[in-house]
């Protein structure tokens, strides 16, 4: 079984291991250039302190005129103060770490669960898969919990190097709540995998054809994301911020934007309780895709 297993996916592991690896590159990439930028961007205020210059958050100072010169050339290097001058540069990055990565497991998920059951259909390969020594329960668990555990085990390392960049965007961005982070890396991204794989696989198994189940399955996770989201939110309910100052405690996962008005947030010390929350109900929502699955393959007349 695991031989045919090989033989009949090893195209699709081949570029998803391709893909994952440039994916995880890609990111390497963004997390390394957006530390030296930051660590360039602070020797610059170093600089501008160091010449007398007015810091770039101010919109005039007053400095001596031999100065001048001096101050004009280092106003020149950045567009102003870090989050201005950090979110024209990251932009793309911080769009790929925060979204790009869902979707990306959600296309290659749909991609590899949807022909498990409708290629077999297709191409009536099911006559000789399901009529053999293998049973039919046998040749669904099988091929299942080795392509989704590959896949998950694809979307943890994947979510593991993105959690890291996003600690480099940050502390760049720091305008922006945390919290559109919080489902793109490590555990998140793992269940988000595994339920695009088994959404395809469950209508594969329904619609009999490839194609309009990939379609189907990425309609079905931009459905379920949020909501899985959602849930959690309303399992563990926020702490508000409160005044005078109204700030959250560092490394808080911020939910909303003011100032000077309360905010909702996540302690820092709940970020990996909320992460296995999440897990476990989007690997709630795989079972019951699965298990769906399931009922339609055994329903198949061979």
Known sequence: MTCLIWRQHRGQALWTIIT????????????????????????????????????PSAHSGVFHVRSAAACQALKGRYPGSLQAAFASRYNAAILLSQYGLPAAFAVIGAILGAPVVAKEVEQRTHLAAWTQSVSRRRWYTTKISVLAAGLAVAGLITGTVNAWLQHQLAAGDTGASRWSWFAAGNLALAG??????????????????????????????????PAARWLVQALSPASTTTGPRFAAPPGSWILGSGTGVPVPYHPASQYWPLQFTLFAVLLGCAAAALASGWRATRARAV
Not at 34 to 55: D, F, I, S, V
Not at 198 to 224: E, H, K, N, W, Y
């Open 192 to 225: 988000e995998a595994a339920l695009a794989f088994a959404l395809a696989v469950a209508f594969g198994a329904l619609l009999r054809r490839t194609l309009p189940a990939i379609g189907a399955a990425i309609a079905g996770f931009i459905v379920l994301l």
């Open 20 to 55: 994952v690896t440039a994916l995880c590159g890609l990111v390497a990439d963004f997390g390394l250039s957006a530390a030296h930028w930051l660590a360039g961007y602070h020797l610059w205020l170093h600089q501008l302190a160091a010449a007398g210059c007015p810091p």
